[in-house]
C-alpha cells in the first residue's frame, strides 16, 4: 500500500498548548500537503510544501518536511478548541497521478 | 467557502438500487477525484479524470463508474448498491497537471445501503 501513517493516531491537548504531528510514506515524497477535516465533512486544504523547500509558515501553522527520511511535520501553535478536527498529510501516488493521504491524526483541544 | 458541490449530503437506499451521486465544480478545474472514506479512515482514491471525457480507476478497487462530460460535472454511478458500499464519498478538484496544487474537496455524501 502506498497510503501513509500518521502518527500519534490520536492527541488530546489544553487550549494555549502546541500539538505536534507526524506523518511517514512508504514511496518518495512529492510535494506533500496537509490537510484537516471536520467531523463529517469535506477536507480542507491547510498547506503545501514542496520537495525542495524543508520548512513552511502559515499562520500558527508550521510544517517540516524530511524527503530522505519520507517524513513530515505539522505543528499548531497556541492552539484552540476550534483546531479540533482529524489533520491528514497528502503526497502523489508513484505515477503522479492523484494524492494519497495518510490515516490522519485526531486533534481533540479542550478549553 | 470551497466551490465544489455534492448532493445527496446523506442518501440511504436498499440493496440492489441504481443510484448517481453527483459532483459540481464552478473553479474550471481540470482534474478531478472521487475518494472513498470509511468513519475515521483514510481516503482511497477510486477515480479520477484529467478533463473532458477522461476517466481513469483510482487505486482503491470500486464496482462504481464515473462519466466527465462537461469540465464542471462529474457524477459517480452504483448500478446495483449493495452494504459493503456504505461509506462516505469524497468528491475534489485541482488545478492543471503541472502546477502543484491543493485540491479543493466538497463536503460528501454519507451513502447507508440497507
Known amino acids: 500500500s502506498q497510503q501513509g501513517e500518521e502518527d500519534p493516531q490520536a492527541l488530546s491537548i489544553q487550549e494555549g498548548e502546541n500539538a505536534t504531528m507526524n506523518c511517514s510514506h512508504k514511496t518518495s515524497i512529492n510535494n506533500l500537503q496537509w490537510y484537516r477535516q471536520n467531523s463529517g465533512r469535506g477536507l480542507v486544504h491547510l498547506i503545501l510544501?514542496?520537495?525542495?523547500?524543508r520548512e513552511k509558515h502559515s499562520g500558527r501553522l508550521r510544517v517540516t518536511l524530511d524527503t530522505s527520511k519520507k517524513s513530515s511535520s505539522l505543528l499548531i501553535t497556541a492552539s484552540r478548541a476550534a483546531d479540533t478536527a482529524s489533520y491528514f498529510c497528502a503526497t502523489f501516488n508513484q505515477a503522479g497521478t492523484a494524492l494519497i493521504f495518510g490515516k490522519g491524526t485526531t486533534l481533540s483541544v479542550s478549553s | 467557502e470551497a466551490d465544489i458541490y455534492q448532493t445527496p449530503r446523506y442518501l440511504v437506499i436498499g440493496t440492489g438500487k441504481k443510484i448517481t451521486l453527483e459532483c459540481s465544480q464552478t473553479?474550471?478545474?481540470?482534474?478531478m477525484y472521487w475518494y472513498q472514506q470509511d468513519p475515521g479512515m483514510e481516503l482511497h482514491l477510486i477515480h479520477y479524470s484529467y478533463g473532458v471525457n477522461s476517466t481513469e480507476k483510482g487505486d482503491l478497487s470500486s464496482e462504481s463508474t464515473v462519466s466527465r462530460i462537461r469540465t464542471e460535472h462529474f457524477p459517480l454511478t452504483l448500478e446495483s448498491a449493495r452494504p459493503s458500499h456504505t461509506s462516505q464519498y469524497l468528491c475534489?478538484?485541482?488545478?492543471?497537471?503541472?502546477?502543484?496544487?491543493?485540491?479543493?474537496f466538497g463536503s460528501g455524501t454519507r451513502l447507508t445501503v440497507v
Open positions: 510544501i514542496r520537495s525542495n523547500e
Open positions: 473553479m474550471g478545474h481540470d482534474k
Open positions: 475534489a478538484s485541482s488545478e492543471a497537471l503541472n502546477v502543484p496544487s491543493g485540491y479543493t
